[in-house]
């Protein structure tokens, strides 16, 4: 393969964005939309990488100084101060090339969905024909605003015309420009300093060098993209999110290729920063956000939200549950309906059951709540099981309040457990208690009236009621 030098356009001021930032930081759902460019030449190693910058040019200068994928690219900044076209674009790139000889690999910043895989064969294609120019083109029905690929009688390429400058027969064309470009060094440079702007928008066309390099008799190719999607570019918000939409479904994609599956992959949500282990099951309507990580063999039923948390593997989060910053042990079950707010720390074979709600509660191995429980500020120990209704009162309109519950311990449903408040190992609560005292290991621990039965009381009553109606 050839050396390759990447020039990366991205002066452009980007307007119709909204907004006062540099069109090429914009943000996709997964970064900046010119670390999609940066990341996806980076396989072919190009040994320099020129930025054009020119709208909020420090803005953009300060982004790639931090930006992860500008690590491994030896990045020049080229200063375009007047945007005169793509032309002029490239022209303004030139000093920096100084001194490379092989393929200039010409994109965009605002393009972000091609692929490494695409820009490779791309290279590889322009390298094999031998050629001095190859664009990498693509199929759009007309009407649309790109330039057309020109091509004579015998199909060979012989122009690209911009659609402001095409007559009535040409706009007609299918095959268009993406703007990405493989050119021979020592063609490409007298070719863009001999640019004119005699057209229709007054600007410097980086694309009237095809038209050259064909008059010189040099050889020119054109690539045909496999999948047009890929040639997106971004202008307005709207172009952002079909972008956006791309990448979702490229991220569940990849997902779906190392084993994780979804019954209805369209009704998920996933944001960028979550992974998922081969073998978990994602049922549907479930949005994973924030940092989460799901793990192997995990079973998310459907309609959940998870967010900034992990999920380790074999656990199961049933149907209608909200988990946020949070962990969930190994062979453990969330739900169904099911609320573990932050700080929850649940540990391997837990259950925490229907329309149980825990907050920076940490529930140590085998602990079980299957019921009707608030949990808040809180630890449970080994194998206890929380009845249901059970409340850790954690509050008392000023402060929040530890329960400390050993292990082994069985708490009776319908409990108060008002904090501060310890119950040691293998204690047990009476259903019904509300629990004001420490209570010692393997006690009972007993907080209500007791029963009194009145013999007969019943009947009395309802013969004097009845013996009213008479
Ligand atoms: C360009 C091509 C067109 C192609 C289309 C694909 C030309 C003349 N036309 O059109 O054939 O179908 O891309 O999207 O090249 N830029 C600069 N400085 C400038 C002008 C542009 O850096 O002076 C950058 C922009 O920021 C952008 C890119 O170059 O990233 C493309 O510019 P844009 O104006 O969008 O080109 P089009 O007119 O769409
Ligand atoms: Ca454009």
Redesign the pocket.
Known sequence: MDTICCII????A?KRMGGDLP??VTQTREKALIDHLLDAVAPLKPSRTIV?A?HKQEVLKSYLATSTSSKGHAIEIAI?D????????VKCALPALQGFTGTVLIT????PLFTAETLKLFTQYHSFKKATLTMLSFKAPPPN???KVIRDGKGQVIR?T??KDCNPEEALIPE????FYAVDSSFLKPAVESLTNSNAQG?????DIVEKACKEGQTVTAFPLADASE?A?V?NPYELSLVNDILAQRHIKRLQLEGVSFADPKSCFLDASVTIASGAHIGPNVQLRGATTIGADVVVEGTAIIKDSSIASNAIIKLGSHVESSSIGKHSTVGPFAHVRPGSKIGEHCRIGNFVETKNATLRDGAKASHLTYLGDCVVGENTNIGAGTITCNYDGYNKATTTIGKDVFIGSNSALVAPITVGDGALIAAGSVITRDVPADALGLGRARQENKEHWAKERRKVLESGKR
């Open positions: 356009l991205a002066a452009g980007g069109k090429a054009v020119g375009q007047e945007q005169l076209g793509t032309g002029h674009a965009y910043a605002d393009h605003g790109y330039g690209i911009e659609a268009v420009n993406s703007g600007e410097y066309y980086l694309t040639a570019g202008n």
